[in-house]
């Protein structure tokens, strides 16, 4: 929750409980190589507070009360099928609190204006909308600049962005979104499956939230609906707030602490000796209309704060 004491603003509290989640699995009702039980226990047995099940074109309707919350959703589909290089690719969308009865069902786009129905046709459906791995739909930074409706984006996903685009994560589209005045979460999944690429090491825990809720279904669903959540790959965003015109930071220890905002230039902190650092602060100069914070640990491991809209 945000808390506004006039002046003051925390979006990430030292004094709250965060509980620690992947909202992306696949299980053996789609192409997932494990029962959603078993996914469950994997996670459970790995410290994680709960789970989201996001099969293709399946709403999970499992339950399971065994230590660690099942959040119910679906991995909705939208195949591109113009005759030109993209064709066959996909744009994925992670859905959860169903309004309706709901039958996922294959959609289809040859442009942004297809896509956008399709996504308009999900909010009618759902009340939370995920735009998944948003490299590995291939659509330009136009197109993405163009679409609406969705209220969280991947910005790092497990499975694809390194194996399938060659990119770490979505850190460059999601600050050309914001530069452009766009509105949205983001948040920092598994998409587990089990062991791929020829591998048998299963390929979990890569990328988490962190969400201020009591740990139950609905709560966490509230608190992702309402940002009060922030995506991970490793290290932890202990406490952050303003203080009339100053942002101050407390992290685990990491090697770097970068503020973005719409100005050219980010401020950022880090150790003239190399030494890890765990706190930041950074003065706005007035007219950002986004802050946004990044902090990366020794491994390269990352921790996003939300983007702060200041207009
Ligand atoms: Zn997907
Ligand atoms: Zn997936």
């Not at 494990?34 to 047995?45: D, G």
């Not at 007219?287 to 390269?300: A, F, H, L, T």
Request: aromatic residues 12%; contains cysteine.
């Amino acid at each position: 929750m945000l808390v506004i004491l006039s002046d003051r603003e925390v979006y990430i509290d030292k004094n709250r409980k965060y509980l620690k989640g992947n909202l992306h699995t696949h299980t053996t009702n789609s192409d997932g190589d494990y029962s959603v039980k078993e996914v469950l226990n994997i996670y459970k047995n790995n410290g994680y507070d709960f789970l989201g099940i996001t099969d293709h074109e399946v709403f999970c309707e499992e339950e399971y009360n065994e230590g660690i919350t099942l959040i119910h959703g679906v991995e909705e589909s939208s195949l591109y099928v113009r005759d030109d290089d993209r064709r066959g690719t996909y744009a994925h969308f992670n859905c959860f609190i169903p309004k309706m009865k709901v039958k996922p069902e294959v959609k289809f786009y040859e442009n942004a204006s297809d896509l956008q129905k399709n996504i308009d046709e999900l909010n009618k459906m759902y009340s939370l909308v995920q735009f998944n791995h948003p490299l590995f739909s291939r659509l330009t930074d136009n197109e993405h600049l163009s679409l609406n409706g969705y209220d969280v984006i991947e910005i790092f996903n497990n499975k694809d962005f390194l194996q399938e685009t060659g990119i770490y994560s979505a850190d460059t589209l999601i600050r050309t979104l914001l530069n452009n005045h766009k509105k949205f979460l983001i948040s920092a999944n598994d998409d587990f499956h089990g062991p791929y690429y020829g591998t048998k090491i299963d390929r979990c825990f890569g990328g988490f939230n962190m969400v201020c809720a009591d740990n139950n279904e609905e709560s966490i669903l509230d608190a992702i609906k309402s940002g009060n959540f922030y995506p991970s790959t490793g290290p932890l965003i202990l406490d952050l707030r303003r203080e009339e015109k100053v942002f101050k930071i407390e992290t685990t220890p990491v090697k770097r602490i970068i503020f973005y905002s719409n100005l050219r230039r980010c401020k950022n902190i880090f150790d003239l000796n190399d030494e890890e650092i765990t706190q930041g602060e950074y003065e706005l100069k007035g007219s950002e209309y986004y802050v946004w914070v990044k902090i990366i640990d020794n491994s390269g491991k990352c921790a996003w704060s939300q983007p702060i809209y200041l207009d």
